[in-house]
C-alpha cells in the first residue's frame, strides 16, 4: 500500500547562505495492507521527515513514494489533496484547526468532506470522542482551549473518523494516560484488521512491540550516520 | 412678431432637434443627447420641453400648455405666451382642440389621439441616477439591459413601507428593452403612458430628449406579488363629481377644512359643462355668481 | 477533470513597471488557492486581472462556462463578462464599503444579485435575503437595517452573502479578514471554510497572513515582485519552502 524507494532530500537555507543539510538518502520501505511499520531511530534521524515526505508535506528531491495509484514524490497538489481525502490519514503530534469550531466538527469534518451524510458522520465523531473518553460536555466547545492530553486524543479521533486504507501515525499515545493509551492501541488493531497499512513513529516501545508487525531504522537512510 | 425666428430657435437648431426627436422615436425609451439651448427662462422652468414644443410646432398649430394638470398656472401661463409671441401659434384650454400638448407632471384625462403630440418637460431624465450616480456607469447598464437595481430601490419601498411608495416618476419599461422616467407625472398616469398620441420627453438642463412612439408598450416595473396600482387619492372630485380623475387636495379653511378636485383642470370644466355636480359644486357657482 | 480557471501567462504592466508577469495555474472545482506576498508583490494586481477589474497586457483566463466549456474571459464582450460576474463569479473585497450599497437596507443588498438575474418575487427574494443572513450569522431583526450601522465584521459577513447568494462557482478574496478583529477573523475563517465546503466553491484568495491561508488554502502560491516564485500544496510550500523569499517570509512570522 505504501511503498518507498529511493528517496533523498536536502534542505537548502537561501537565507543562510546557501547552506544545504542532507536529510535523507536513498531511503526505502513498504507496507502492506493490514500491517503496521514502525519507523526507529535516534532523535533527529529523519523519522517525521520521512513519515512528512510519505504525507507530501515535505517535498522529496529524487525517489518514489507510491501510496495507492498515486507516485506522491511526482504528484500534483489536487492529486494529493484527494490522495489525503479518500486515502492517506495523518495522526500529527499537533493540532491545526479554525479557532471557534465544536469538537464534535473537528471530527466529523473529515467524513464531511468526503461528502458523508451528516447525521452518520456525527454519530461516528460521537462514539470515536466518547470511546476516547473526551466529556461530552466539551463536545460543542473549540478544542483550541484543551489541554494537551484532550488535543491529542480529538486528534487521534479525527484521524481515524475515516477508515482511511493508509495511516500515518506520529506518536499516538505520546502524553496519553494507561485507559486511554489501550484505547488508541485498540483502535490501531482494529484499523490493522480491516486491512489499513500503518506507518507509525512511536517511543512508547511496549506500544510498539504490541502493534507494529516489523521495524525501519530510519538511522540507514541519514546522511553521514552509520546503522 | 417679425423679430422673431418662427417659435424662437434658429431653424438649424430645430433641425438638430428635430434629427434628436426621430431618433428618440426610433428607439424607444433611449435617452438621445442634444445641444439644449439657452432659453429665455431659467432651467427648471421647463427648457427641455419649450425647445422640444418649438422644434414640433407649425403655425396651424393650437397649443396647450398645462403645469400640475392646470392650464392657469404661471410656468403655463407664461410658456403659453412665449408661443403666442414667438410663434403667433393659437392656443387653447381644452385637451380635445389642442394639436400639441406641453405638459409638467401630469397626462390629461381625456385620452389623446393620434393627431396629437404630448411634450414633457423633464428635470431628470436617467431613471437610475439615485441608485448609480456615475453617468459613465448608468449608460453602461441601459446599453448592457442592466436593471437589477431599478428592482432594488423597489423593494426598499416594499422593505420600508409595507408597498412600492413611489407614487411619481415611476420607472416603466418600453417596449421590453429600455428603462425610463416618466418624468414627475403621478404614477395614476403610467397606463396613460400607452398612448395613440407622440409623446416626447425633453430634458434642457441634462441635454436629452426621448420619446413614446404612438401605441408602444410601457411596463411598469413591480414585483410578482406587490403588482404596480395606479393608486390616486380615494375620493371624488368635489366639483365635478368625477370618481376616476386624478385629484389635488386644497386646503380651504383654516380649521382644517379641505376638499378635492381634479387637477386636470380642462377635464373638470368639461364633465362640469356637460351637467356633472361634485359635493361641493353648487357652493362654488354660487360663490362665483 | 476540467480545470474551473485556466491562467495562461498573465501579464500586466503599469508603465515600465511590472504589475504581475507571466504568471499561469489552473484551478480545479472546490479547490481554494492562497496567493501571499509582501505589499507590492503583485497578488492583488493578479487578482483584479483575474476578475475583471484590471485590464491584462496579455495572457488568458480561461473560465469553464456551464454553456461553453472553457472560455478566454479576456475575449468575452462585455456583456458576457458582466453576466458571468453575476453569476458564476463573486467577489469580496477587503472593505466591505467596496462591495456593498451602503445607503441600501442589508436584505436589498443581498436580493440586489438575485433581482439582477431576473428575481422578481419580493417575498421570495426576501426569504433568500433571511436565509443567507442566518447563514453569516446576521440576525433576522437587521434585514431592513443599513449596513452603516453594522460592524466591520458584520459587514464582511454581509458582503460574503450579497457574493454567495446566486450561487457562484469561483470567488475572488482580497485580504477577506484584513481589518478585523482576530476573534471576528476566526470566526470569518470557519464560516468561509464551512461555506466553500457546502457549496462546492473554488476560491483564488489573496492576504499577506500566512496563518489564514493555512487554514482556508488547499494550495498557494507565493509572489515576489510580480512574478510566482513557488507554488505547491498550503502545508509543504509553508513547511518546506524550496524559494529564499518563501523560506524568509515563513520565518517571518511571529509564532503565537
Redesign the interface.
Known sequence: MITVSGLSKNFVLHNQGGAVIPVMRDAALCVAPGECVGLTGASGAGKSTLMRMVYGNYLADHGMIRVGNLDVAQAAPRQIIALRRETLGYVSQFLRVVPRVPTLEVVAEPLLALGHDRTQALARARDLLARLNIPERLWPLSPTTFSGGEQQRVNIARGFAHAYPALLLDEPTASLDAANREVVLTLIEEAKARGAAILGIFHDEAARVRVCDRVVDVTRFTPGMVA | MTEYTFAYLDEQTKRMIRRAILKALAVPGYQVPFASREMPMPYGWGTGGVQVSAACLVPEDRLKVIDQGADDTTNAVSIRRFFEKTAGVATTTRTAEATLIQTRHRIPEAPLTRDQILVYQVPIPEPLRFLEPRETETR?MHS?E?Y??V??KL??D???HGQIATSYAYPVKVEGRYVMDPSPIPKFDNPKLESAAIQLFGAGREQRIYALPPYCQVVSL?????PFEASKADHICDLCGSATSYLDEVIVDDAGGRMFVCSDTDYCETRRAAGHRGRLAATEEEHFA | MTPLLQVRDLTKHYGARIGCADVSFDLYPGEVMGIVGESGSGKSTLLGCLAGHLEADRGQVLFDTRSDGPRDMRAMSEPERRMLSRTDLAFVHQNPRDGLRMGVSAGGNVGERLMAVGARHYGGIRAQALDWLSRVEIAEDRIDDRPSAFSGGMQQRLQIARNLVTGPRLVFMDEPTGGLDVSVQARLLDLLRGLVREMGLSAVIVTHDLAVVRLLADRLMVMKSGHVVEAGLTDQVLDDPQHGYTQLLVSSVLQV
Open positions: 453602461k448592457l442592466e437589477g437595481l428592482h432594488v423593494y426598499e416594499i422593505a420600508r413591480d414585483f410578482e406579488d406587490h
